[in-house]
């Protein structure tokens, strides 16, 4: 069965940094794409950052210069490193895998960028 995991988000203030982390079980990460998305109250889900099985990378307008998008296949794990965040930052980050016939979602981790 595919779990995925994600942590570390938290409370930072405007300019700050966080690394998520989302963890795979039940596939093989390495093979897969996988997305970091967000989802702001009263706003739809959006595609943040994305990353192929051969570790290309593409990344929302938003969040270019800012997040970095990698992956760990030894630790089957992808991270999201997040910098100079900003309030509008602020939702909660979800990552995601298509595994056929469906795709796969984390439980979330809240961000939120505040002074």
């Known amino acids: 069965q595919v779990q995925l995991v994600e942590s570390g988000g938290g409370l930072v203030q405007p300019g700050g940094s966080l690394r998520l982390s989302c963890v795979a079980s039940?596939?093989?990460?390495?093979?897969?794409?996988v997305g970091w998305y967000r989802q702001a109250p009263g706003k739809e889900r959006e595609l943040v950052a994305g990353?192929?099985?051969?570790?290309?990378?593409n990344y929302a307008d938003s969040v270019k210069g800012r997040f970095t998008i990698s992956r760990d296949n030894a630790k089957n794990t992808v991270y999201l490193q997040m910098n100079s965040l900003k309030p509008e930052d602020t939702a909660v980050y979800y990552c995601n895998v298509y595994v056929y016939p469906k795709p796969y979602w984390g439980q979330g981790t809240q961000v939120t960028v505040s002074s």
């Open positions: 039940g596939i093989i990460f390495s093979i897969r794409a």
């Open positions: 990353i192929s099985s051969g570790s290309s990378t």
